[in-house]
């Protein structure tokens, strides 16, 4: 479900009230844990940066709404938890937000957030440069 939004404010607002509900309440999780977070509409989503590198997104499908982790090799560390949920590589879907879901997505959240630096997804990009 294509939301025709230019800020991510808008967003938010173009989304039907229970769905705005839950996914207000990740973005929240999201900027709690890192008050320096920058928060950008791309690729038609709520996408979180921090120092200039995305790592999470938010989105809402038909349905479906989910949590995209851009580092998605981290999310490897959660593997036995996330047996329970429907999810891809990158995404976790979720049709509503149980205090389950709230508690493993702040977890998620805080660690792909502190650890993407460490990514193997980064370390392309490490090795061209060292090459020049």
């Known amino acids: 479900m294509r939301i025709d939004a230019t800020t991510c404010e808008g967003y938010f607002a173009a989304l039907p009230e229970d769905r705005r ?21 791309r690729n038609s989503l709520p996408t979180y940066l921090l120092d200039g590198t995305p790592f999470c997104a938010l989105g809402n499908q038909k349905s479906f709404m989910a949590l995209y982790v851009m580092h998605h090799d981290l999310l490897d560390a959660f593997n036995k938890d996330l047996k329970a949920y429907d999810h891809g590589r990158s995404c976790i879907r979720f049709r509503r937000l149980e205090p389950e879901t709230i508690e493993l997505f702040d977890r998620i959240i805080k660690y792909t957030g502190s650890r993407f630096p460490d990514s193997r997804l980064n370390r392309p990009a490490r090795a061209e440069l060292g090459a020049r």
């Open 21 to 41: 509900a839950a996914l207000t309440h990740v973005r929240e999780l999201v900027l709690r844990a890192f008050p320096r977070v920058t928060e950008e509409l």
